[in-house]
């Protein structure tokens, strides 16, 4: 499991539970999701920060990933392999220079254009004192 970078403007999170229906009961490292957490970790570059997540509640589309940052809408997606690694890291580089988070959809690897389970806003402080 790897620790949150305090520096770090982004991170990924990486379902590593995450496995297909009817695949096999593997161990976890064996996982699609574990698969593809240790390929991003092998080319992740600094400023983004991979995260390892036990399950991220999106069964029905594996592997799921979420990008995240401080004041910046949250990205759910779904439908990965192990070998989504380099269209990942582009649309979180994407994401990592856009001012909100907001990717635009053009600018997205076709992977995840279509992979797209939610968009959720950023908390604010406005909204917690209500």
């Given amino acids: 499991m790897h620790g949150p970078k305090t520096d770090a403007p982004m991170r990924i999170d990486v379902c590593v539970s995450c496995r297909a229906a009817g695949d096999p009961a593997e161990p976890r490292e064996g996982r699609p999701g574990a698969r593809l957490a240790a390929a991003l970790e092998s080319v992740a570059t600094d400023g983004i920060e991979i995260a390892r997540v036990d399950c991220l509640s999106v069964c029905k589309r594996p592997c799921t990933i979420a990008f995240s940052a401080r004041g910046k809408w949250t990205y759910v ?45 950023p908390f604010t402080r406005k909204e917690a004192a209500q």
């Fill in 77 to 121: 997606y779904g439908d990965f392999g192990p070998d989504a690694a380099a269209d990942v890291l582009v649309c979180a580089r994407t994401y990592a220079d856009a001012t909100e988070g907001i990717i635009p959809w053009k600018e997205r690897p076709e992977a995840l254009k279509r992979g797209v389970v939610a968009r959720i806003p």
